[in-house]
């Protein structure tokens, strides 16, 4: 007999759940190939089988940084929609089932081209490294499936908006939007590299590729990218996490104007990926690293209202004084735990991407192990432990089950291993980062450079952290299981935070769709046109497809 019990229309359920399988399964190999990557960058094993280090560094990357966030993300989303909104309308969930199917064949394409070393380029894929045109095919379709999903949750909000006139749509699905909405308009970019020229030129239909337009049109994607993995998490935080901790949603505005500011700022900031190539001009660089600066508004402007959240729950509950509201923050429950440790951690997550943006500061660490530092902080722990900590409560609510104290305390064991595995080894990355140890650098590049007597305590330390973080993320893996399969059956509450009553009422001009996209059409124009014109007018010669300019 099914027992089951859910919150959400089970249908509903099962389109979430499907992405979280496939998230997780992202994260069991991810997660192996990671370990023996840091093992093999520390000096401490050889691989076998023509396993090369390239190879292991791509899957992982891919793996938890691409498929991961983005199936946890869609699913995740999926659920809060549903639970905003009732149930999804048959059209968007049938959407959802086929973005799930097109972006699993993308998946599982590229997985696949990338075992068989076909696809050794790493998560960037930049050019002139060239991987199988199969592996930027199943990129391809990744992306497309995301589209579809994305898709989805803009019908889902219109129909919402039709049947329900002239009211302010759900704080969730709002959120959700923006961020699909981003990633709508970031991904262009990697779909134009991809299309117009990576598949032309690893089919060999063209001769050669225009490397700077190629990195240049990826890292008009790849900031945004970072947001379209924080803003989930921000999501959580400003929805889920004031109900955990028995308080009220602080500002339903802010929350709102905050994610506009991304979808405003987020794009036009890719040459801060960039600030060391030539072929671009310093005023471009300049103006980007100015808005880059603008960017972290909308983060500090998220700061304070976490600690006005906090700080408004804990006088709900009695407390008095500048810090009293810590002592009543519920500490032992994983559901908040894990993503409080992983807004502690942002804050020097931040520090190190404000340092990255500092334009010059950038030449003393860029393209060292700094930055690994820097993504392992934000996107690897801030990101990824938050979606681990609404995973132990997501996973019951879509398969009808509880999260049981045992569970919940083998969680926060579970989040302190990470946390404690994260701050060695980044902490071990940031600190060789500054004494010039590059990244993305396999040890037999390295181990006759001068400096590499005094790198190689470092790297041993980062892969002392990768194991502790290898036995958390397999600790993961056990408890997503138990908890989709073996957790005992029950109903488990969706934590959807309320807007506290002394809320300003929220303007709907930020439902003005127009104006936002209108906004940030404009500020991409503004920061790309002008420096994409003088790229191309410089190309090599022959560069295709695009001579005909
Ligand atoms: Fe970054 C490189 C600049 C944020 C990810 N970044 C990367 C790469 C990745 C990445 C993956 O300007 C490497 C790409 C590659 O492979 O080459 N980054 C920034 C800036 C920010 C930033 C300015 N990055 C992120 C986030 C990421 C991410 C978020 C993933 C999710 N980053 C750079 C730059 C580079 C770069 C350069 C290129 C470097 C190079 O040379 O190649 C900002 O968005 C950061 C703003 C954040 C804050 C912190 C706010 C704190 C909050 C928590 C509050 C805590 C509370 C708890 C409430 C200002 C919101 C308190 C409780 C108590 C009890 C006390």
Redesign the pocket.
């Known amino acids: 007999m099914n027992t089951r019990k859910s919150v959400l229309d089970v249908r509903d359920a099962n389109l979430s759940m499907a992405h979280m399988y496939a998230g997780y399964a992202a994260v069991f190999i991810g997660a192996i190939a990671g370990l023996l990557q840091g093992l093999v960058r520390g000096g401490l094993i050889e691989l076998p089988a023509g396993i090369g280090y390239y190879q292991l560094l791509t899957a992982h990357g891919i793996l938890l940084?691409l498929v991961f966030t983005t199936y946890f993300i869609i699913g995740f989303f999926f659920s809060g929609m549903s639970k905003n909104m009732g149930s999804l309308y048959d059209g968007p969930r049938k959407a959802g089932w086929a973005g799930f199917y097109i972006m699993t064949a993308g998946v599982i394409l590229t997985t696949i081209m990338v075992l068989l070393n076909e696809g050794t380029v790493l998560?960037?894929f930049y050019a002139p490294l060239q991987a199988s045109p199969y592996f930027y095919i199943g990129l391809t379709l990744v992306v497309v499936g995301s589209w579809i999903s994305g898709y989805a949750m803009f019908g889902q909000l219109y129909k919402w908006k039709k049947e329900n006139r002239g009211k302010v749509s759900p704080l969730f699905s709002y959120l959700a939007v923006v961020t699909m909405l981003l990633w709508q308009i970031a991904t262009l970019g990697v779909a134009a590299t991809v299309l117009f020229q990576f598949i032309p030129w690893s089919f060999g239909w063209v001769e050669k590729i225009d490397v700077l337009l190629s990195r240049t049109l990826f890292w008009y994607f790849?900031?945004p990218l970072?947001?379209f993995?924080?803003l989930p998490a921000y999501v959580g935080w400003y929805v889920i996490i004031p109900k955990i901790i028995g308080g009220k949603i602080f500002s339903d505005s802010l929350a709102r104007l905050a994610f506009i500011l991304f979808l405003i700022f987020s794009m036009p900031v890719g040459f801060?990926?960039q600030?060391?190539e030539p072929g671009i001009s310093p005023f471009w660089k300049y103006l980007q690293?100015v808005l880059?600066?603008m960017?972290?508004i909308p983060?500090?402007m998220?700061?304070f209202a976490?600690?006005a959240t906090?700080e408004t729950a804990g006088r709900m509950k009695g407390s008095t004084g500048l810090f009293g509201w810590?002592k009543k923050l519920p500490w032992s429950d994983v559901r908040f735990f894990a993503p409080?440790m992983g807004?502690?951690i942002?804050?020097p997550?931040?520090?190190?991407?404000?340092v990255?943006?500092s334009h010059q500061i950038?030449q003393m660490?860029?393209?060292t192990l700094f930055?690994t530092g820097?993504?392992h902080l934000?996107?690897a722990t801030?990101?990824v432990v938050s979606f681990f900590g609404f995973t132990y409560w997501l996973v019951p609510v879509l398969t009808g089950r509880k999260l049981t104290a045992k569970m919940n305390k083998l969680g926060i064991v579970q989040t302190l291993l990470w946390i404690v595995g994260m701050l060695i080894m980044s902490t071990a990355m940031h600190t060789v980062g500054l004494l010039g140890s590059p990244r993305r650098t396999a040890f037999t590049t390295y181990q006759d450079h001068p400096d590499a007597v005094m790198w190689m305590p470092y790297h041993v330390v980062m892969a002392i952290g990768g194991v502790i973080l290898f036995i958390a993320a397999m600790l993961m893996i056990y408890n997503f299981i138990y908890l989709a399969f073996f957790a005992p059956r029950g109903v488990e509450e969706y934590p959807m935070g309320e807007v506290a009553n002394e809320a300003e009422k929220t303007p709907m001009i930020l439902e003005n769709w127009k104006i936002w996209i209108g906004v940030s059409a404009a500020l991409i124009l503004i920061a790309y046109t002008v420096p994409l014109i003088g790229i191309i007018e410089n190309s090599p010669p022959g560069s295709p497809p695009y001579r005909f300019w």
């Open positions: 940084a998560y960037t790849g900031h970072v947001y993995w924080l801060h990926h600030l060391l690293v880059t600066f960017v972290i983060s500090l998220t700061a976490m600690f906090f810590f409080m807004m502690l942002f804050i997550g931040g520090i190190g991407g404000i990255n943006a950038n660490v860029h393209n930055i820097h993504f934000t996107v801030t990101v």
